[in-house]
Nanobody, 114 residues
Framework: QVQLVESGGGWVQPGGSLRLSCEVS????????MTWYRETPRKEREWVAI???????NVADSVKGRFSISRDNAKNTLYLQMNSLRPEDTAVYYC????????WGQGTQVSVSS
């Protein structure tokens, strides 16, 4: 059974940085296109960044130039490096496939405020 475990969130001041991790088990991670999503009480879950099996990446316009996605197939782990964080980045962050195929993990809370 596939399991997704997100971690690395926390509170940070505007302009700060965080690196999120997503450990994936129960599937052939290296063969899976992976995506980071985020959700707030006011906004439904939206995609933030995506990475192909070959390492090609894309990020949403709202985080372009600030966030980057990467993967370590040897560790079955997905990462999201978040720099220059803004209050509007406050959300619960989740990982999943680009088709949202797997059961959702618990997510990791990111809070950006002064």
């Amino acid at each position: 059974q596939v399991q997704l475990v997100e971690s690395g969130g926390g509170w940070v001041q505007p302009g700060g940085s965080l690196r999120l991790s997503c450990e994936v088990s129960g599937t052939q991670f290296a063969n899976t296109i992976m995506t980071w999503y985020r959700e707030t009480p006011r906004k439904e879950r939206e995609w933030v960044a995506i990475i192909s099996t070959g390492g090609v990446t894309n990020v949403a316009d709202s985080v372009k130039g600030r966030f980057s996605i990467s993967r370590d197939n040897a560790k079955n782990t997905l990462y999201l490096q978040m720099n220059s964080l803004r209050p509007e980045d406050t959300a619960v962050y989740y990982c999943n496939t680009n088709f949202r195929s797997f059961p959702w993990g618990q997510g990791t809370q990111v809070s950006v405020s002064s």
